[in-house]
């Protein structure tokens, strides 16, 4: 069996060869980065083979996944260069297109694009995958078959991509967290407590939710009896503009993932 290589050993690589080892994924595991000692602890940790040499782990692979930054793709595909047997590759890099990657390394290359989730790590992500359509069926089966060792995975139009990526990000339940926690310690909480109650309002909300049949309105309305504290907080919140400052936050998001298109 091939091997899926991966070109960059990031964070976001990281996480998801430690998922990927989780879920005991049968391909062998490649990693590519010009940095030895990243290389040298993604081997340890992950027991993942790894190739500093970017054409060598190249030539191991059949499905090649591009994990730098947006603004490190052009020059990475510069320095593949031509192919001159099929391969197929996923894109990790946030705002940039397939029109460009083709652009960059077209065929024999088929692409995808990929947005997965760090949450991975521990098998509770989530993944947006959008394909190229030179893309073959099997190609596309040993794709979703990867990314769904990880959580759940959506196909969605290249078109949603970036509304999908502003929206996914665990980042915001993070931020909602400490954001929460913090405003409950200046209420006189300890801040073990005070990250307790956070926790719980967000994440074990949201998973009953998600675990049960119950409508979010429903359940919005039987935690935030109408004249109560609960509602009275919804409310003030919803005033002072959490739902603008929401969605002008997506929009600032977008912004900057187009820019990555160049």
Known sequence: ???TVFLGGGRITGALLRGLRVAKYPA???????????????RKHYGVTVEPNLKKAIQQSDLV????????????????????????????????????LRA????????????????GRSRRGLTAL????SLARRAKRRIRNLFSQLGPVFEIPESQFDAFTVTYSASHG?????????????????????????????????????????SLEALLYEAATPGGIAATVIDSMNRAGYRTVVQRGLEAGISRARRNRG
Do not use: C
């Not at 192919?83 to 894109?91: C, D, E, F, T, W």
């Open 65 to 100: 996944i591009i994990a730098v930054r947006p603004d490190s793709v052009a020059e990475l595909l510069e320095e593949i260069g031509s192919l001159n047997r099929p391969l197929s590759a996923v894109s990790l890099a946030a705002g940039v297109p397939l029109a460009k």
């Open 28 to 42: 062998p595991l490649v990693v590519h980065d010009r940095h030895p000692e990243k290389l040298r602890q993604l």
């Open 174 to 214: 993070y931020h909602a967290l400490d954001t929460l926690a913090r405003a409950a310690q200046k209420l006189g909480l300890p801040q073990k407590t005070a990250y307790a109650a956070a926790a719980h309002a967000l994440a074990d909300g949201i998973l009953a939710w998600r675990e049960d049949d119950t």
């Open 1 to 3: 069996m091939k091997a």
């Open 130 to 133: 959008a394909f190229d359509r």
């Open 104 to 119: 960059r390394l077209g065929p024999p290359v088929a692409w995808a694009r990929a947005m997965p989730s760090p949450v």
